[in-house]
């Protein structure tokens, strides 16, 4: 629990540019993807956050040999000292991509012995196609007091997903990759990181089409040379940054950023009234004028990502008019919608439903962050409020974000952070 709260000073536009980071959920599978090389990898563009930090302790717990460089977004992972094959729940718990050990330990080494992941609470997140990819590919797998524990020298095999998972096609992947000839992944997600992992894979050795598509296609390999790649921005940040100039009325360019991989956003965003433009690795974005409610229902790329949706719904509290948002990809992703309404927002949730009405004005209040979009979702609210708003449980933000704080002052935010008073600190069921 970290021993701080986030304190913000709204009501100011915000206002210059900003660069985008290296992509969370890329990295946290093309990390865990190097143990696939037979040699050396160097990662470079890594965001500092704390996911990449639990991937860094569980790669030195294998014995993998790790230099990582948070400043330097930079990661040198040489699997040849890799001795254990065991994640142990006390990581895995950590956060949800613990799962992408399976798929690169059972891949290269055969085995894989991983308690089950953890991450953000938004509902239900089962592994079961994740497991029918292993099995299909010739794993045995077993439940052991709590860890999963996956065997078998794998083949290659035909798996179809009865749902579109990004986590299942890029752990499938992962443990296709090196297995004994050509397997073919139908009804795969599309989401730009899947296709950043697979041109990881193919950068070290794998042999790997169709990525980005619904149908991935692979020929197993017996060996990965291992090599340097660069991941790409993060999607979900972009996003954030944008709705956050838009939802204080600011004027922000965004550099190093992919505006391909923001189409979804950027058309609701032009559909409320906000001006978005971009041209090569820039995004700019600002807002004058009020902004028109809309309808947003969550898909997988290249729909509205669910990532963004608790961002956006920060904007929608001050739309002109009610605003229908439909969750469709988690069962549960309005808690953020609860602390918002101690600021004035009015929001009635119904299942993965929700109507956001606009109101003229948020004030700010202490608010507990559920998740990490959710928490992302009200420090925008707060840059919008009047007056100070508290965030507390800032460390689920600093999960998936790297220095937002410092992105965010630098464009002319009111927000540090502030020790919790100790009463404050045995708060740990929110507010
Ligand atoms: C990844 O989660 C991301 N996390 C999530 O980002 C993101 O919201 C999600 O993809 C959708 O884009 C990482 O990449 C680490 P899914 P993941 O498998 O892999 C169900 C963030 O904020 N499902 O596509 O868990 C599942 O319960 C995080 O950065 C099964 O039923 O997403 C969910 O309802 C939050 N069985 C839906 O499918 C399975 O075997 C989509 O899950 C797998 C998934």
Redesign the pocket.
Known sequence: MPDYKLVIDGGRELRGEAYVSGG??TS??VVPAALLADGPCIIENLPAIEDIRVLYRILKYLGAKVDWHPEQKQMAIDPGGVTALTVPYAYSQR???SYYMMGALLGRYGRAEVGYPG??D?????????LKGFKALGATIRDENGMLVLEGKLKGAHVNFD??????TINVMLAAARAEGDSILTNC?R?P?IVDTANFLNRIGARIRGAGTDTIRIRGTGRMDGGNYTVIPDQ?ETGTLMIAAAATRGDVVLRGCIPTHMEALTAKLLEMGVMVTSQDDVITVNLRQGHRAIRISTQ??PGF???LQQPMSALLTKALGTSEVIEN???SRFKHLDEMRKMGAISIINGRLAHIEGVPELHGAPVWAPD??GGAALVIAGLMAQGITEVYNPGTIAR?YDHLESKLTDLGARISRAPLDPEENGNANGL
Request: aromatic share 6%; hydrophobic share 35%.
């Open positions: 969370k959920n946290l599978a956060m949800r991509a991450g953000c938004l509902g239900s997140r089962p592994i079961d196609q994740h749902m579109v998972t990004v986590g299942g997600a989401e990181h979900i997988e790329y990502p669910t990532d990809i988690f069962e990490l979009r998936g």
